[in-house]
């Protein structure tokens, strides 16, 4: 069974997870380069913990907080506010980058399934969007999403293009950069803040549980096929859009595989390609 495109909801899913695809790969660059793959764990479930503190605040003020937008409009704000103090914080060498991620993940994490039982034990459901948001729901994507994930992808392209150079530099070797004048702080921060603004859109089209697959797998695979940065760039984002179109087509024949976990996977398979053809001597350098 072919999937229908006439359907304006499987139309913005494909809208929005090519949106996704491409901020990804460009971001998987830098992820992986800076060994940052933890982070984006550390972020996505720092989300969880807005979406629990806004489950709370529905059952403490009802007619204020009882609104089904307000738990993402909480994701948005934990995960900036996480991204920008683990930046902080590791920034300076105060506490280490995965002690500092560590600690806003278990924390993150235990507020928000404190704040989901709460609202369980309130009001005898479980919170709208609980499932949603710790597995996706690509079904669920409106117009206005689309388009805002289309903008969000040009601003990260349009902001990691402008600055590639310095952002290169950084990611290889930070200390070499700053001590040939590039604005290592800003760019660390640039960074953060991109990062935390991708995976917002991540944990919508797959959740907050397998978002950080989608910044490592395409980088990670197109490194396997070439180690120069000029091919690996264009790679991941062709990576990246084969993982998440061909999941969403998957999901959308079987209807019962949900398509965070089918997009995952299929990049997972091409993962698995790119290992197989660079152990048979495809490698370009």
Known sequence: MMPDFTDPALRNAFIAAGAMAVACAVLSVVVVAR?????GEGI??????????AWMLAVAFPSLFHNDQLPFLMVIVFCFLAAGVIGWLSS????????????FLVASLAWGFVGQNIYTAHYHVSPFGFDNLLFGQMRSIDNAYAIG?????VAVVSLAGLMSKEVLAYCFDPLLARTSGVRTTFIHYLLMALLALTIVIGIRVVGSVLVTALL???AASANLLSRRIERVVPLSIAISL???WGGLLVSSVWRWLPAGSAIV????LLFCAALLTSRLGRVSN
């Open 265 to 268: 996977l299929t990049m997972v």
């Open 35 to 39: 060994r940052w793959g933890f982070l």
């Open 92 to 103: 300076g060498q105060r506490v280490s980058s995965d002690s500092a991620i560590g600690i």
């Open 149 to 153: 994930s289309v903008m969000v992808a």
């Open 242 to 244: 084969a993982g998440a």
């Open 216 to 218: 490592i797998l395409p």
């Open 44 to 53: 996505s479930h720092s989300g969880f913990g807005g979406a629990g503190t």
